[in-house]
Protein backbone atom coordinates (compact mmCIF):
# COMPACT_ATOMS: atom_id res chain seq x y z
CA UNK A 1 0.00 0.00 0.00
CA UNK A 2 1.00 3.73 -0.98
CA UNK A 3 0.02 6.07 1.00
CA UNK A 4 -0.06 9.72 0.46
CA UNK A 5 -1.88 12.79 2.25
CA UNK A 6 -3.98 15.34 0.41
CA UNK A 7 -3.55 18.18 2.72
CA UNK A 8 -5.25 21.75 1.79
CA UNK A 9 -6.03 23.62 4.51
CA UNK A 10 -8.92 21.98 6.00
CA UNK A 11 -9.68 19.64 3.21
CA UNK A 12 -7.60 16.07 4.49
CA UNK A 13 -7.96 13.02 2.45
CA UNK A 14 -5.68 9.82 3.01
CA UNK A 15 -5.03 8.14 -0.41
CA UNK A 16 -4.03 4.73 -0.59
CA UNK A 17 -2.51 3.48 -4.04
CA UNK A 18 -2.04 -0.34 -4.59
CA UNK A 19 -4.96 -0.67 -1.70
CA UNK A 20 -4.59 -4.73 -2.61
CA UNK A 21 -1.87 -7.05 -4.33
CA UNK A 22 -2.92 -9.00 -7.49
CA UNK A 23 -3.76 -12.05 -5.21
CA UNK A 24 -6.05 -9.90 -2.97
CA UNK A 25 -8.17 -8.54 -6.31
CA UNK A 26 -8.40 -11.94 -7.98
CA UNK A 27 -10.10 -13.24 -4.66
CA UNK A 28 -12.17 -9.72 -4.35
CA UNK A 29 -12.94 -10.18 -8.25
CA UNK A 30 -14.41 -12.91 -7.86
CA UNK A 31 -17.27 -11.55 -5.44
CA UNK A 32 -17.79 -8.89 -7.46
CA UNK A 33 -18.50 -11.07 -10.31
CA UNK A 34 -21.14 -13.24 -8.34
CA UNK A 35 -22.52 -10.50 -6.88
CA UNK A 36 -23.33 -8.28 -9.95
CA UNK A 37 -23.27 -10.79 -12.46
CA UNK A 38 -25.88 -12.66 -10.76
CA UNK A 39 -28.32 -10.06 -9.63
CA UNK A 40 -27.70 -9.63 -5.92
CA UNK A 41 -27.21 -6.12 -5.92
CA UNK A 42 -30.10 -4.27 -4.75
CA UNK A 43 -31.77 -1.29 -6.97
CA UNK A 44 -31.15 2.07 -6.26
CA UNK A 45 -32.92 3.29 -3.37
CA UNK A 46 -33.02 0.13 -1.47
CA UNK A 47 -28.95 0.34 -0.95
CA UNK A 48 -28.51 4.11 0.65
CA UNK A 49 -29.36 5.98 3.61
CA UNK A 50 -32.97 7.74 4.20
CA UNK A 51 -32.95 10.80 1.07
CA UNK A 52 -30.01 10.26 -0.72
CA UNK A 53 -30.04 10.12 -3.88
CA UNK A 54 -28.24 7.22 -5.99
CA UNK A 55 -28.92 5.73 -9.56
CA UNK A 56 -26.35 3.16 -9.09
CA UNK A 57 -26.89 -0.30 -7.37
CA UNK A 58 -25.56 -1.43 -4.55
CA UNK A 59 -25.86 -4.30 -1.33
CA UNK A 60 -24.61 -4.20 2.14
CA UNK A 61 -22.18 -6.93 2.86
CA UNK A 62 -23.04 -7.37 6.76
CA UNK A 63 -26.29 -8.10 5.91
CA UNK A 64 -25.49 -10.71 3.21
CA UNK A 65 -22.92 -12.43 5.21
CA UNK A 66 -23.43 -13.25 9.29
CA UNK A 67 -19.79 -14.61 9.25
CA UNK A 68 -17.75 -11.93 7.76
CA UNK A 69 -14.90 -14.49 6.82
CA UNK A 70 -16.87 -15.94 3.98
CA UNK A 71 -16.49 -12.71 2.41
CA UNK A 72 -13.12 -11.71 0.13
CA UNK A 73 -14.04 -7.95 0.33
CA UNK A 74 -15.13 -8.14 4.30
CA UNK A 75 -11.62 -10.14 5.01
CA UNK A 76 -9.76 -8.53 2.94
CA UNK A 77 -10.45 -4.68 3.66
CA UNK A 78 -9.46 -5.25 7.50
CA UNK A 79 -5.57 -4.51 6.28
CA UNK A 80 -7.32 -0.87 6.10
CA UNK A 81 -7.38 -0.80 9.54
CA UNK A 82 -3.76 -1.76 10.46
CA UNK A 83 -2.91 1.99 9.17
CA UNK A 84 -0.35 3.30 11.25
CA UNK A 85 -2.15 6.60 12.83
CA UNK A 86 1.39 8.46 12.87
CA UNK A 87 1.08 8.54 9.08
CA UNK A 88 -2.09 10.37 9.29
CA UNK A 89 -3.11 14.05 9.48
CA UNK A 90 -3.89 15.12 13.20
CA UNK A 91 -7.93 14.49 12.50
CA UNK A 92 -7.04 11.11 12.27
CA UNK A 93 -6.10 10.41 15.96
CA UNK A 94 -9.12 8.01 16.69
CA UNK A 95 -8.57 5.91 13.73
CA UNK A 96 -7.01 3.59 16.01
CA UNK A 97 -9.55 3.33 18.26
CA UNK A 98 -12.25 2.73 15.59
CA UNK A 99 -13.78 -0.59 16.67
CA UNK A 100 -17.21 -0.99 14.61
CA UNK A 101 -17.94 -0.44 10.76
CA UNK A 102 -19.95 -1.82 8.14
CA UNK A 103 -19.81 -2.20 4.14
CA UNK A 104 -21.77 -0.89 1.59
CA UNK A 105 -20.41 -2.59 -1.86
CA UNK A 106 -21.74 -0.18 -4.84
CA UNK A 107 -21.91 -0.22 -8.72
CA UNK A 108 -22.59 2.02 -11.08
CA UNK A 109 -23.12 1.82 -15.07
CA UNK A 110 -24.16 4.61 -17.77
CA UNK A 111 -25.27 7.70 -16.23
CA UNK A 112 -25.16 5.98 -12.76
CA UNK A 113 -23.65 8.42 -10.03
CA UNK A 114 -24.58 9.56 -5.91
CA UNK A 115 -25.73 12.43 -5.32
CA UNK A 116 -24.00 14.91 -2.81
CA UNK A 117 -24.33 13.30 0.53
CA UNK A 118 -23.03 12.60 4.37
CA UNK A 119 -22.09 9.48 6.11
CA UNK A 120 -23.42 8.15 9.37
CA UNK A 121 -20.12 7.14 10.61
CA UNK A 122 -16.88 8.64 11.83
CA UNK A 123 -14.55 7.57 9.02
CA UNK A 124 -15.30 6.40 5.36
CA UNK A 125 -12.83 4.42 3.28
CA UNK A 126 -13.28 3.98 -0.57
CA UNK A 127 -12.23 1.71 -2.39
CA UNK A 128 -12.65 2.02 -6.49
CA UNK A 129 -12.17 -0.93 -8.84
CA UNK A 130 -13.18 -1.77 -11.99
CA UNK A 131 -12.48 -4.80 -14.84
CA UNK A 132 -9.24 -3.51 -16.98
CA UNK A 133 -9.20 -1.88 -18.91
CA UNK A 134 -11.77 1.10 -17.86
CA UNK A 135 -14.05 1.36 -20.38
CA UNK A 136 -16.01 4.53 -18.80
CA UNK A 137 -15.66 7.80 -18.19
CA UNK A 138 -16.35 9.51 -14.79
CA UNK A 139 -17.37 8.32 -11.16
CA UNK A 140 -14.58 10.16 -9.70
CA UNK A 141 -15.48 11.13 -5.81
CA UNK A 142 -16.17 14.93 -5.51
CA UNK A 143 -16.24 17.43 -2.16
CA UNK A 144 -18.94 20.27 -3.22
CA UNK A 145 -17.87 22.38 -0.06
CA UNK A 146 -14.38 22.52 -0.73
CA UNK A 147 -14.68 22.11 -4.77
CA UNK A 148 -12.91 19.33 -4.95
CA UNK A 149 -12.39 16.13 -7.26
CA UNK A 150 -10.50 12.79 -7.10
CA UNK A 151 -10.05 10.89 -9.67
CA UNK A 152 -11.60 7.00 -9.52
CA UNK A 153 -8.55 5.15 -10.03
CA UNK A 154 -8.31 1.68 -10.29
CA UNK A 155 -7.40 0.03 -6.63
CA UNK A 156 -6.77 3.12 -4.91
CA UNK A 157 -8.79 3.99 -1.26
CA UNK A 158 -9.50 7.41 -0.16
CA UNK A 159 -10.32 7.96 3.58
CA UNK A 160 -11.99 10.61 4.67
CA UNK A 161 -14.05 11.86 7.70
CA UNK A 162 -17.98 11.04 7.04
CA UNK A 163 -19.36 14.79 7.95
CA UNK A 164 -17.27 15.63 4.49
CA UNK A 165 -20.38 15.90 1.99
CA UNK A 166 -19.66 14.27 -1.00
CA UNK A 167 -20.59 12.74 -4.37
CA UNK A 168 -20.02 10.18 -7.25
CA UNK A 169 -20.36 11.84 -10.10
CA UNK A 170 -22.34 10.04 -13.00
CA UNK A 171 -20.46 7.00 -15.29
CA UNK A 172 -20.29 7.24 -18.85
CA UNK A 173 -20.23 3.83 -20.41
CA UNK A 174 -20.73 2.75 -24.00
CA UNK A 175 -23.85 0.59 -24.61
CA UNK A 176 -21.86 -2.54 -25.46
CA UNK A 177 -19.93 -2.79 -22.35
CA UNK A 178 -23.54 -2.36 -20.31
CA UNK A 179 -24.79 -4.88 -18.54
CA UNK A 180 -21.58 -6.87 -17.94
CA UNK A 181 -20.28 -5.62 -15.00
CA UNK A 182 -17.66 -3.28 -16.92
CA UNK A 183 -18.66 -0.39 -15.02
CA UNK A 184 -16.94 1.30 -11.46
CA UNK A 185 -17.56 -0.70 -8.41
CA UNK A 186 -16.77 1.04 -4.65
CA UNK A 187 -16.39 -0.86 -1.56
CA UNK A 188 -17.30 1.90 0.89
CA UNK A 189 -16.71 1.20 4.87
CA UNK A 190 -18.12 3.13 7.44
CA UNK A 191 -16.08 3.01 9.93
CA UNK A 192 -16.99 4.71 13.61
CA UNK A 193 -17.09 3.74 17.81
CA UNK A 194 -19.18 0.70 19.30
CA UNK A 195 -20.20 3.53 22.49
CA UNK A 196 -21.71 5.91 19.57
CA UNK A 197 -24.80 3.21 18.96
Not at 1 to 23: C, L
Request: charged share 25%; glycine share 8%; with cysteine.
Amino acid sequence: MDISVIDDGDFKVVQIDNTYTEEELELINLELNFLCLSNKFLPPGEATGAGESKTGSGIFLDKVYSDRSVSNVLTLNRKIFELDVRELPVCFENFQYLDRDFTLLNYYENKQGYGSHTDLAVYTFLTFLFQKPKRFTGGDLYFEDFDKRLDSAYNRTYIFQSWMKHQATNISLPKRFQGKGLGRYSIACFAGFRCLD
